[in-house]
């Protein structure tokens, strides 16, 4: 195996995206407060958006937004820390289970179910982060798997508490309803705030401290250690923050479907959704999960209304192509190609070959 | 007791059956560090094919064998040369993205040209078994678990003792310090992703004979188990997918008779975990694979 990314910076060899990224970042105050207005010009603008649009578009919308959370959340341990989470769904599920059990069997209202469905997400991650985190790459990517798989099994189970495999419903109208359903707009409003604090919490946590720490446990998880950075605390930090999104998510997605099942919510799809968006987008910077997030949902919405049974066809061979020839995501390839002055797809293909 | 000893022989034959589909793709995980996430979508190809064999020439499922075997090699073959190779040395998620694209496109063929109906082989001998005492076993499992005792021995045989195998270890192991040795590792990649698409074919087929399959859900459950198995096995050992397989069945099957609803699913899962945690070199694997960083 080659040398670490680490020991070819200090030879001045090469110098991986990252650090380049970290450079750029540093070099440009200025771009902090730009990112700022941006998030807040389009809030405002989605907000405006809202005015106008059909209800149905709204709920197209909504979805658009929500995998925006998802895909902020994977990037967190999976682009910044460099942790190949393919389990994130399990908090997903988690989060629309803790709501509907609370919100069904104990009536409480959506108010105290969300945090507690947040609460949840932390505890878990912090529960499976502190033995995973230990593992590497691969065996990293099954063990979340494992475990998103197993807690779909022990939902299935509970069929006292949570219905098990014949579903669970939350109560939305008359006198049963703990909080009245929020209906297309009350949930496209709850998904964009979700998306625009997921992109705030991603934003100022890359521009941190803790973020360096990140990228630095990604680069070279010993180096970090030696320059005293706790690896252990940073990873399951990042682990537990995406973790508590993707619950929110969750939580959130579980009051708008009213009715599902624990094969829905705990869809392994959903994992592969997000790490999709974030590697096609571009990892470890946060546009590239927006980018990837907003142009991967339209597209697959897109093909799922116009190409009817051959869409996940179509889907599947963009996959192949775009991880083929732009295999360091879209948002990056055009920041490199806009600094070099360069653009050339056979470089990327070139990076990665035999 | 005479309960758990038709499970337990249960689990035993879909333990063989389930080790001869991830022993491709423990292969290619061991070699190449590719997670072939295609490996159910090629193994479900494989099946469609001996079952239009057996629909159009009558031909008997072990007899397509050999033809199925060759032109999931030579699909495999092409797929790493032309495609998998252009990303081999990148992050894992993106060869993990690839084959999963690869897969989808692969499954959503088949169901376009066949539709999701469940379909099996029909062969004469699919209803009689064989009694030993209380317990029954049917002879299409037990010729497909002897199949894939016969295929691992042969793989081990091929992987320790012939030239091909050599370099296909060698590779595996060093690819720096084996290119320097001659070896064209771009020709072993695509030679050693042919032999798991082989493989994936073949227990395809050996699966559409003793049971059903479909394109939307059997690849799925296919790769998640090889999945599984090559952890629990580990890796570098062309032994520890049929001692991974044969755990795995025999658990579920005995599991199944314990326990209700689907906890021994849940149960599967907690093992493989803790297998990662406290033995991540798998039960027979090389400690040298797990130990590998992948950046």
């Known amino acids: 195996m080659s040398a670490s990314p680490l020991a070819l910076i200090l030879e001045g060899r090469k110098r991986p995206g990252r650090e380049l990224l970290a450079e750029w970042v540093r070099t440009r105050r200025l771009s902090n407060s730009w990112a700022a207005i941006a998030l807040v010009v389009g809030f405002a603008a989605m907000l405006g958006v809202q005015q106008v649009i059909e209800p149905g578009t709204m709920r197209l919308l909504s979805a658009v937004f929500m995998f925006v959370a998802l895909a902020q959340a994977w990037n967190l341990i999976g682009g910044f820390t460099g942790y190949a989470s393919f389990g994130q769904v399990a908090f997903f599920g988690l989060g629309a289970y803790i709501t509907a059990v609370l919100m069904n069997n104990s009536h409480l209202t959506f108010w105290l179910a969300m945090p507690a469905a947040i609460a949840g997400g932390v505890l878990f991650a912090v529960l499976i982060g502190l033995p995973l985190l230990r593992l590497r790459g691969h065996y990293f990517a099954i063990a979340t798997l494992g475990a998103a798989e197993g807690s779909r099994e022990v939902i299935n189970n509970m069929t006292p508490v949570t219905g098990g495999g014949l579903g669970i419903t939350i109560p939305t109208f008359g006198d049963q309803a703990p909080t009245p359903y929020f209906g297309k707009p009350g949930f496209y409003l709850a998904f964009l705030i979700l998306a625009a604090l997921s992109v705030a919490v991603s934003a100022l946590l890359a521009r941190s401290r803790f973020g360096y720490a990140m990228v630095a446990v990604h680069e070279d998880e010993a180096a970090a250690g030696a320059v005293g950075i706790n690896t252990t605390s940073v990873k399951v930090i990042a682990f537990a923050v995406s973790g508590a999104i993707v619950a929110c998510a969750g939580s959130i997605y579980a009051f708008q479907q009213i009715e599902f099942y624990p094969s829905d919510v705990f869809d392994p799809s959903f994992t592969v959704l997000m790490v999709i968006m974030v590697v096609i987008g571009g990892s470890g910077s946060i546009l590239g999960p927006l980018v990837g997030a907003v142009g991967l949902e339209l597209l697959s919405q897109f093909l799922r209304i116009n190409l009817g049974s051959y869409n996940q066809l179509i889907f599947g061979a963009i996959i192949v192509v775009v991880v083929v020839f732009f295999p360091q995501g879209v948002v990056n390839f055009f920041r490199d190609a806009w600094r070099l002055r360069r653009i050339s797809l056979l470089d990327n293909i070139r990076r990665y070959r035999l | ?295």
């Open chain 2, 1 to 295: 007791m005479s309960q758990l000893l038709q499970a337990a022989a249960y689990g035993v034959v879909q333990g063989g059956l389930l080790g001869l589909v991830a022993v491709g793709f423990s292969l290619v995980w061991g070699v190449m560090n590719v997670i072939n996430l295609s490996h159910g979508a090629l193994a479900v190809t494989g099946a469609y094919l001996a079952w239009l064999l057996n629909l159009h020439f009558g031909l008997d499922p072990f007899l397509a064998l050999p033809v199925v075997a060759i032109a999931l090699f030579l699909f495999g073959y092409a797929l790493q040369r032309g495609l998998i190779n252009l990303v081999i040395n990148a992050p894992i998620f993106l060869t993990l993205l690839l084959t999963f694209g690869l897969g989808l496109v692969i499954l959503n063929s088949l169901q376009l040209l066949f539709n999701a109906d469940d379909r099996t082989i029909e062969t004469s001998y699919a209803s009689q078994s064989l009694a030993l005492g209380t317990v029954n076993v049917p002879y299409g499992r037990l010729a497909a678990c002897g199949l894939a005792l016969a295929i691992t021995v042969g793989l081990a045989a091929v992987m320790t003792r012939t030239r091909l195998g050599h370099s296909i270890s060698a590779t595996g192991m060093d690819r720096g310090a084996a290119r320097l040795m001659g070896i064209r590792a771009r020709h072993v990649y695509a030679i050693t992703f042919g032999i798991s698409a082989a493989l994936a074919g073949v227990a395809g087929t050996m699966i559409a004979t003793v049971g059903s399959f479909n394109p939307t859900t059997t690849p799925g459950q296919l790769t998640l188990d090889a999945f599984v198995i090559s952890v629990l096995g580990g890796l570098g050992n062309m032994y520890g997918a049929l001692v991974g397989g044969l755990v795995l069945g025999i658990a579920e099957s005995v599991g199944g008779l314990v326990l209700t609803g689907t906890w021994v699913n849940a149960i599967a899962m907690a093992v493989l975990i803790l297998t990662l945690i406290v033995r991540p070199s798998g039960l027979i694997g090389k400690a040298q694979y797990s130990g590998r960083v992948e950046v």
